[in-house]
């Protein structure tokens, strides 16, 4: 009987090695390093690599449908500037988010915000701005239509829908079942009733079912649950749609036995769909709303070994780098079972020697771990180690404070 092989992580091809040294903006990990002040860690994004994930997807999906950049995946502020020449439109989750897109050469009419619990300030910022809001409830169109009034501007709103549906295999569901997110779908075509009476400028749907699937099924299913659905709504909109949010969800592959999403079923999947849509809604733009599947792969963290020890037969390569920075490698942002992310030496890539390690970080908690029995390449006091696929959700989603170490820096190249 042949041994089944243990799973192993997609090839991380996106970025490439030379002479045994991994590169990112045609310079060696070795020599960024050098350029960072004090030698901390930091995250590396590319925009070579960036670029190529954006066409790619555009070329891939029908032309009807817009591709939105979701901030919160990576705000940094170059980034986000370099994006804006990549994709039609940005989305946002807070005022701090809407100061950095408003920085870009993205305008307003291209902006929508969404997420609960926006304040009278914000949704004054907001409207001054002329960002479409994503309403999340009936009390927050009835906030804008007031504080519209006050300003004598008329707010842009959309409705953010929570689906009747869920996002089946999703790392992240954010419809279906009782949410705070949007309103229920059932009760939107008597909410747009009083919208038609309220004084809001009516943009359209924003329908959010999930993030993070690999699962091209899931994903063909909630675009044809959610096409549906925003038809089924239509008939009651106050005016014509003029904005239809389909959502994202597309994922990328953090762990081992994961695989890369195939985007031709989905891409045909959305040209089927399509017609029947036009049927009902013929000139409103669609927008699918991502922000992983743009910048994730593009990516890297990188900390130095300071230490290296062996505890009761086990190796430990002792980092500067650790949870505080990185929470979602170390295991601890929404994960149930601990999996490693995608490790590499960046200095010894593809080198024979290997040895199974433990990669810990500075932090008085065992939860402090950024590879859990990893095999890599031999690695000593000073090399470099690198988490791939950290191009989201690392940086700003990670406790910088905790234990007052310094923060990563950040770089683009
Ligand atoms: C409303 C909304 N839009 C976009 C996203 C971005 O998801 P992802 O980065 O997985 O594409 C999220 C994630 O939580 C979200 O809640």
Same mark, same amino acid.
């Given at each position: 009987?042949?041994?089944?092989?243990?799973? *192993?992580?997609?090839?991380?091809?996106?970025?490439?090695?030379?002479? @045994?040294?991994?590169?990112?903006?045609?310079?060696?990990? !070795?020599?960024?390093?050098? &350029?960072?002040?004090?030698?901390?860690?930091?995250?590396?994004?590319?925009?070579?690599? $960036?670029?190529?994930?954006?066409? #790619?997807?555009?070329?891939?999906?029908?032309?009807?449908? %817009?591709?939105?950049?979701?901030?919160?995946? =990576?705000?940094?502020? !170059?980034?986000?500037?370099?994006?804006?020449?990549?994709?039609?439109?940005?989305?946002?989750?807070?005022?701090?988010?809407?100061?950095?897109?408003? =920085?870009?050469?993205?305008?307003?009419? %291209?902006?929508?915000?969404?997420?609960?619990?926006?304040? /009278? +300030?914000?949704?004054?910022?907001? $409207?001054?701005? +002329?960002?479409?809001?994503?309403?999340?409830?009936? #009390?927050?169109?009835?906030?804008?239509?007031?504080?519209?009034?006050?300003?004598?501007?008329?707010?842009?709103?959309?409705?953010?829908?929570?689906?009747?549906?869920?996002? *089946?295999?999703?790392?992240?569901?954010?419809?279906?079942?009782?949410?705070?997110?949007?309103?229920?779908?059932?009760?939107?075509?008597?909410?747009?009733?009083?919208?038609?009476?309220?004084?809001?400028?009516?943009?359209?749907?924003?329908?959010?079912?999930?993030?993070?699937?690999?699962?091209?099924?899931?994903?063909?299913?909630?675009?044809?649950?959610?096409?549906?659905?925003?038809?089924?709504?239509?008939?009651?909109?106050?005016?014509?749609?003029?904005?239809? #949010?389909?959502?994202? +969800?597309?994922?990328?592959?953090?762990?081992?036995?994961?695989?890369?999403? =195939?985007?031709?079923?989905?891409?045909?999947?959305?040209?089927?769909?399509?017609?029947?849509?036009?049927?009902?809604?013929?000139?409103?733009?669609?927008?699918?709303?991502?922000?992983?599947?743009?910048?994730?792969?593009?990516?890297?963290?990188?900390?130095?070994?300071?230490?290296? *020890?062996?505890?009761?037969?086990?190796?430990?390569?002792?980092?500067?780098?650790?949870?505080?920075? %990185?929470? &979602?490698?170390? @295991? =601890?942002?929404?994960?149930?079972?601990?999996?490693?992310?995608?490790?590499?030496?960046?200095?010894?890539?593809? !080198?024979?020697?290997? !040895?199974?390690? #433990?990669?810990?970080?500075?932090?008085?908690?065992?939860? /402090?771990?950024?590879?859990?029995?990893?095999?890599?390449?031999?690695?000593?006091?000073? /090399?470099?180690?690198? $988490?791939?696929?950290? +191009?989201?959700?690392?940086?700003?989603?990670?406790?910088?404070?905790?234990?007052? %170490?310094?923060?990563?820096?950040?770089?683009?190249?």
């Amino acid at each position: 009987m042949s041994k089944k092989e243990a799973p *192993k992580h997609a090839s991380m091809d996106q970025f490439k090695v030379s002479d @045994g040294h991994l590169m990112t903006g045609g310079k060696r990990i !070795e020599e960024l390093a050098q &350029s960072i002040p004090d030698d901390v860690p930091f995250y590396v994004y590319d925009k070579a690599v $960036i670029s190529a994930t954006v066409e #790619n997807l555009k070329k891939a999906l029908p032309s009807d449908i %817009h591709v939105h950049y979701a901030i919160k995946a =990576n705000p940094m502020p !170059e980034l986000v500037s370099y994006m804006a020449g990549l994709v039609t439109g940005f989305d946002l989750a807070s005022v701090g988010e809407m100061c950095v897109a408003l =920085n870009t050469s993205m305008s307003a009419e %291209h902006i929508s915000f969404a997420g609960p619990a926006k304040t /009278d +300030g914000e949704l004054t910022e907001a $409207i001054k701005a +002329g960002v479409t809001i994503n309403l999340e409830s009936e #009390n927050e169109m009835r906030r804008a239509h007031r504080i519209g009034e006050k300003l004598g501007i008329k707010p842009k709103v959309a409705i953010r829908v929570n689906p009747d549906y869920d996002l *089946k295999a999703s790392g992240m569901k954010m419809g279906g079942g009782a949410k705070q997110f949007g309103i229920d779908a059932e009760r939107v075509p008597e909410t747009l009733k009083e919208l038609g009476s309220l004084d809001l400028e009516f943009r359209g749907f924003h329908i959010f079912w999930g993030s993070q699937n690999l699962r091209e099924e899931s994903i063909m299913e909630a675009h044809e649950k959610t096409f549906n659905l925003a038809a089924q709504l239509a008939q009651s909109a106050p005016d014509t749609v003029k904005s239809l #949010n389909i959502g994202g +969800g597309l994922g990328i592959p953090y762990f081992p036995g994961e695989t890369r999403l =195939n985007l031709e079923p989905i891409s045909e999947n959305l040209d089927n769909l399509l017609p029947t849509l036009r049927a009902s809604l013929p000139d409103t733009e669609i927008v699918t709303e991502l922000g992983r599947y743009l910048v994730g792969e593009s990516g890297l963290y990188v900390c130095r070994v300071i230490d290296k *020890k062996v505890s009761r037969g086990e190796t430990f390569l002792v980092t500067n780098g650790g949870l505080h920075h %990185h929470l &979602s490698a170390s @295991g =601890n942002f929404g994960q149930v079972i601990r999996k490693n992310y995608p490790v590499a030496i960046a200095n010894k890539m593809g !080198e024979k020697e290997q !040895e199974l390690v #433990n990669v810990v970080g500075p932090l008085c908690t065992p939860l /402090d771990l950024l590879g859990n029995k990893m095999l890599l390449p031999k690695a000593e006091i000073g /090399d470099l180690v690198v $988490i791939y696929q950290s +191009g989201a959700y690392g940086y700003t989603a990670s406790p910088h404070l905790f234990l007052s %170490h310094p923060p990563p820096e950040q770089l683009l190249v």
